[in-house]
């Protein structure tokens, strides 16, 4: 295959090949139907994954169609509100009106901060990371804790593995927050791809994370992001997790110890392809911390020269 840069690569998800089967790329997702994706993944046991798939792209019709936040105590009839946030300022309630305006095109990923939009997201979390599950290991029901036990050690050794190829200093003094941040901007190049990343992207940690400059607009940001993959952009206060040019959903930035987890579901739950500058790093993920083993065709010599190299480190 002479490259690892697709997700399509689990050996436990055969079915993950159906979009490259069907000559569909990420980039006509958004214009499929419902019946479209019902179509690509028929039966019951894709309803999570059509629910998904849906949700993620036609959100933002789907909150413009809904009830006012005045009508029926601000609930849009399943007792959650339909306002959305600002990921990066704190917390301002937005007056009653019946009538709210449209949002600009500036503020898609800059609305008005609610106080119950983060549950919305936090839901949109727990259906993608069940998803997962399904894929991975349905019949476990303590998988994604079994997942956050093995992010958890992996993250540990990789801490020293850093240090030791001197892409991290000591973090005795930093916080978490910023021990995660400096992680994710290290582990494309403790495991590095022979693809270097875009010429417009810079570092290829920028294909899984960007921090968001105070004068930064995200919106113009992700739309001249030169690839279409998860990424998570973190802001003073909070977290947004984006597809392409797509807002996904938000977290508390105290959360980013799990943000890699919530990224690796998105590329399951959507059959993303790995973006080949950092398809060694998602490889070996997959593989170490998903316990998902790569497939014979797509275990390249950058993932098992990488792995290889890890592996003697931590003395396996």
Avoid at 27 to 42: G, K, Y
Avoid at 50 to 77: C, D, I, Y
Avoid at 83 to 88: A, K, T
Wanted: hydrophobic share 35%.
């Amino acid at each position: 295959m002479g490259s690892e840069s697709r997700a399509f690569c689990s050996s436990k998800a055969p079915h993950m090949r159906k979009l490259p089967t069907a000559n569909i790329s990420e980039a006509l997702l958004p214009t499929l139907s419902r019946q479209d994706i019902r179509d690509l993944f028929p039966g019951p046991e894709h309803f999570l994954r059509r629910k998904a798939t849906w949700k993620l792209f036609h959100k933002e019709q789907e909150v413009q169609q809904a009830p006012s936040p005045n009508q029926e105590n601000g609930s849009n009839g399943r007792g959650l509100a339909t306002v959305q946030i600002n990921p990066c300022v704190s917390e301002t309630p937005r007056p009653s009106n019946p009538t709210p305006p449209q949002p600009e095109v500036k503020e898609i990923l800059d609305p008005p901060r609610t106080c119950s939009y983060p549950t919305l997201s936090m839901l949109f979390i727990l259906t993608v990371m069940d998803e997962l599950r399904c894929i991975l290991d349905r019949s476990n029901p303590d998988f994604i804790s079994d997942l956050k036990t093995s992010w958890e050690s992996f993250y540990g050794k990789a801490q020293f593995y850093g240090v030791f190829k001197k892409l991290l200093g000591p973090s005795t003094t930093q916080d978490k927050v910023t021990r995660s941040i400096a992680m994710m901007k290290a582990l494309p190049e403790m495991f590095p791809s022979p693809v270097a990343p875009p010429k417009n992207l810079g570092h290829a940690s920028e294909a899984m994370v960007h921090i968001l400059e105070p004068t930064e607009n995200p919106n113009t940001y992700l739309q001249r992001r030169p690839v279409f993959s998860p990424v998570l952009i973190i802001c003073d206060s909070s977290c947004m997790l984006a597809i392409g040019s797509t807002p996904v959903i938000t977290f508390p930035k105290e959360n980013i110890d799990t943000a890699v987890l919530y990224l690796l579901a998105y590329y399951y739950t959507f059959h993303l392809t790995y973006p080949k500058c950092i398809a060694t790093l998602l490889s070996v993920l997959q593989s170490e911390v998903q316990q998902d083993a790569i497939h014979d065709s797509y275990a390249t010599s950058s993932y098992k020269k990488a792995l290889s190299e890890w592996k003697k480190f931590i003395g396996e």
